[in-house]
């Protein structure tokens, strides 16, 4: 007969004591325990706004009467614009969009001072690039209030007659490339840079510890190969799977969430090419640098949830402070989630993709240049 053994509060406190020296031993675990939460509780205490100010904006200024230029300063002052650009056409405005130097375009036209005085209710035009429409709404929202009370020291004396409804100036607000503020359209695009982050950087961070672990690495030692050799052929294989993962997620937004498709798609999966690259880059370089699988998976969501959180997928970049915004540039996911929205919304060429396309390659041959380095050390 088995004897029952009593609760013993020493050998419990045996084990709990055993637990803290096995996390005291395991490093880069309790680095992660102790790191992860205050990453979150930064970024999410003061990087993320959802009412994002400070938005770049283009002005075409044909008037330069005191009221035009007293509502030009009311939009400068109002907190939510920044007159980034002075533009002096309708197509500088337009480019000014594309290349998302702005994402407002202001239109005073000619005349305005003046049709303004006589009662004419001029138009100030309003471009919008709304492919994120939780950027801009906002910021239209309170475009519309800032015009009702702007000029209201204007309207004195012989104009006090401007100050009674309805309102002395016509806003008209055209939303560029997502017209509908359809939300799906920003999500489901972005999702693709978010899919091939994660899983990417997985798959190849379990890579190399996988045949440490499994005990195979002998084998790749022993081969004739070089270090290039090798982590070349890990890499290969997950471009295939990555460019699968593209196409489903294309299927799915054309036919699913009828996402539109402007751009060129050779373009889009050529691009895609060096987005792959980097983040396999990051995996192989985790996986030379931990002992273990369970390593590789906590130091892959290490890279995953910065990217994720400032990169402009859940919430408005511009929203940001500025050093989270420096952070995010320094991310691949930031400049694809631009590359993949200004293709397919925008039907961005090569010249606008341009400026995000290097960032990414200068990232991709930094951290490939470590992981050689790393697998070199690792063979010793």
Known sequence: MSRRVRFSPARLWAVVWKEFIQMRRDRLTFGMMIGIPMIQLVLFGFAINSDPKHLPTAVLLADHGPQARTLLRAIQNSGYFDVALVVQTEQAARDALAHGQALFVVNIPEQFSRDLVRGDRPVVLVEADATDPAATSNAIGALRTLLDTALANDFQGSLDYLATPPRPIELRVHAHYNPDANTQYNIVPGLMGVILTMTMVIVTGLAITRERERGTMENLLAMPTRPAEVLIGKIVP????????????????????DVPIYGNLLLLLAATLLFILANLAVGITFSTLVKNQLQAMQMSFFFFLPSLL????????????????????ALPL???????????LKGNGIAEIVPDLWPIALFTTVVLTISVKRYRQTLD
Do not use: C, K, N
Not at 238 to 257: P, T, W
Not at 310 to 329: C, D, I, N, T
């Open 310 to 329: 400032l990169s402009g997928f859940m919430f408005p970049f511009r929203g940001m402070p500025r050093w989270a915004q420096m952070v995010g540039e």
């Open 334 to 344: 930031t400049h694809f989630l631009r590359v993949v929205r200004g293709i397919l």
């Open 238 to 257: 997950y471009i295939l799977v990555g460019y699968v993962q593209v196409g489903l997620i294309l299927l799915a937004s054309r036919f699913l969430f």
